[in-house]
């Protein structure tokens, strides 16, 4: 007969140094025949009871976790940077350049149609409100940057935005610009002629912006 506390041993050895839950076929295939599987994981099951680690049946496995009340100790909170998808960016840029500007303007310097979810996103991350409305068919809404977004990307005032040779300085635009290309003048920017201020409860939407501090600037 095979020593019962041996085989709680053989046990307790394969299943720390398991990838991966183990079942009692699994056990009994690494031990000599004869061993008694079933009554070592009862033992150790009992042995752990009241250690930092418990034994503990998975989908019909076993293995060793953590003790459930001290689950505490592993959980570690963590910022993790968020970056503005290519969408986003582009989005955002023009909105800076451009504003007052609506969606379909947005859309027009884009050539592609905008994602309600793009704007979503930088209206929920502060870095984008909507102004007021435009003077036109259907009173489109127009969109704006705020000052959350100067402090963002560490600008003292929208006259501090890149102009072209900045830009091309950085390597952002290409030399050969296309005949009649032109990057408007942030000095420039100021409220629309054509814009009517918002009516009361059309602000932009109180979100949270806790993330906000975790964006990694483009």
Known sequence: MIDP?????????????????????DLAGRLPAGADVEAALAGL???YAERGVELAPVA?????????DLAFLMTEEREEPRRLSKAAQETLAIIAYHQPVTRAEIESVRGVQASRGTLDVLLELGL???????????????????????????????????????????????????????VPDPLGLRPGEDEDPLEDGEETPEFAQDFLGGLEPS
């Open 5 to 25: 506390l041996f085989v709680e041993r053989c046990v307790e050895a394969l299943l720390f140094a398991a990838a991966e839950p183990l079942s009692v076929a």
């Open 60 to 68: 019909g496995r076993w293995r060793f976790q953590t003790a459930a």
């Open 128 to 182: 984008v409100r909507m102004r007021g409305r435009r003077r036109s068919p259907g009173r489109p809404v127009t969109f704006g940057t705020t000052d959350a977004f100067l402090e963002h990307y560490g600008l003292a005032s929208l006259a501090d935005l890149p102009g072209v040779a900045e830009m091309k300085a950085a390597g952002l635009l290409d030399l050969n610009l296309p005949p009649g290309f032109s």
């Open 45 to 47: 099951r009992a042995r």
